[in-house]
């Protein structure tokens, strides 16, 4: 038997034999009685309109209300039901005429097809209702509040302004002065259309790797949780221009869209995003959201040529971003990323504004601001202003976004879309490389080499353990060339037992663990044992690497066990290593000759080796985080000897950022490049709080230190 949950209604008022013309056949319904109590009614009104705008997740099955069954088409989500509810709701009401839905309607700015503004009213609408105290004079009418919650939060029709003190921070946070503008946190919500942010939050950050995603705004063209998710990044406009081989003179702007397929890649992924509303545009492309579509830069030219388009209507992404199955939710649930559901003229401005001449070097920071200032996250991102992270990424898009031609590293700036990747600069440097190696057959096995004294690192962007690191290269063959980095002292030590000569009894010495690179040699043994002592060189304790000219031999444990036990040698003669670093030989590479010919390395001279080792020797200890600075003090001191002609003064590891210099008034120069753009951050002591950063984070396991 059916409970009457509303016995003040009488029974037979119901009749559920026909529903509304206006309603399809998948539509919720509601009906009302024609003849109801005056009190009756204005009860039964605000109890339906509580329902509409805030039973977000939930069908109110009551018996005789509503179909006990979901609706059959699984496709409809809970926010397009409601939105079509709320249309019957306006009904429901009593409008007086057809323009006062029109007005109504006018007032939410939606359109029927755009559910998503609907449920980002509701969802904004309750983030500000938690600083609503009490409705004022002027809602009095609003029995339930929540007209006066939304004219807040989006701006009332009838012009009134009265928005509360305490709303004001809040609603300014979350939108800009648009009405018809939002965006919102949607937490772990992902779907088609919504925008992925660069997290800042997390310990560990995009600064040492894939810079390109650190504060990226990244839009979802397609998101399948049991497949795959793809992405293209908004904000990493470039200088580079594709050549058009259909409309001869025409030239494509490019961004960077992401990492898979892209400005590397010998046939990138191009997207182009539109908001053409002509048929043949239409039918050309897949629709990401409201106004907002993308379609193949073939048929971007195909539209072009046709005359329906124009080549400023596109935006013309290389490259794009992807998580396989549940990749992105685990990314979300450590806070690398913030989930934003925001409207389609938001990012049709920002990217607006980028091609009318955003400068490559900003790395789209700004949109990125943007975004957190209007999801309530304004405070966070003025945090987070002007960090290491925004300082790598900075030098990222100097090296990789901006062009040859500009002052950058990104190469050429005209590029045929066919041939995307041709570089003659870099085609010549290869070309010289490779007829340099045929020419020599040096081995550089037992060499010592030492990292460049540039400015700007090599090493700055990635490898950034290879800054100012000192190498010994173990192995110089045809397909690769293997070294050890020697001044990285690591947070392991090696205890050996060892037996004293003169009482016979065993003892302990630690030696400290050295970090040597990020690979291992399938087959060898896991630690090199390296000594440079005369004594045990004439016992032949060892053997020498790349000849005995070379002058640093290496052992076995068994070895050093043995020369420490009869008093040959003292456990700190020798460094015991972990791991090497390995730089193959191809047509691009051509192994660590290749390094020391473009300039990122240097060959030590065998006079200096002495030197260098005996320095070495005094970096015997194990590292812990009180003696980190003065660890990396010490290796900077070694690197710094080995070359003191050419060796720019060490910067403290502790140093704060330098005074502004005069520039543009904001203490930055933008012509002097030693400095990072638009800061007063010299690129030298960048890299080295790079170096530091990554020490800290895979050598200590604390990240927080390196900042």
Partial sequence: M?????????????????????LSDTDSVILIPDRLPTASFIIMTQLLRLFVLHSTFLWLMVDGFLPTTTPPHTTTTVFQAEFRQSKLASRIYGKSSDSEDEEDEDEVALQDDDWRAFRAKLVMGEKSSDTKLAPSEE??????????LFSDAFGSETGNSHTSTSNDGIVQDMTPLEPSQYAYDSGEMIEQGSVILGGVEQEYGFGLRQQYFH???ILVLDHDENTFTKGIILNRPTDLMLEDDVNPGKKWRVWFGGDVEGLNAKNPDIVCLHSLKNEKASSAS???????????FTNAKRLVKAGVADVRDFWVFVGYAGWGPGQLKGELERKSWYMVATDSQTLLKELARQAEGADPRDAGLDTWTLLMKMIGRGETAKEHSGDFDDLMLKEWALGRLLSSASGGGGGQQHRDPNDFNTNPELVESLIRVIKSSRESSASFAGALVRASPAERSPFLLDNQELHKSIVLILVDDESASIGVVLNRPSTKGLDIKVSDKTTGKEKVVRIPMRFGGQYSVQGQEPLLWLHCNPTLKRLKI?????????GIWKCTAQDVMTAVGQGNAKARDFLVVSGVSIWAKDLATQGIEGEIDSGRFKLLPSSARDHVWSSLLEQQEVLNEDNFDETLSLAAEVWASADPTTTRKPESQNAS???????????????DDSFVFKSDVKVAKLADDALRSWCATFLLGMPSLGK
């Fill in 139 to 148: 809602d009095s009418g609003d029995l339930d509040g929540i007209g006066s």
């Fill in 215 to 217: 504060k990226a705004a």
């Fill in 657 to 671: 950022t330098l005074t502004p210099m005069g520039g543009l008034g904001e203490g930055f120069d933008e012509d």
């Fill in 286 to 296: 897949i629709p990401v959201m409201n106004d907002i579509q993308w379609t193949t």
């Fill in 542 to 550: 060892g053997s020498p690497i790349g000849g005995e000219d070379r």
């Fill in 2 to 22: 059916s409970t009457n949950l509303f016995p003040f209604l009488p029974q037979n008022t119901f009749s559920f034999n026909q529903s509304p013309s206006y």
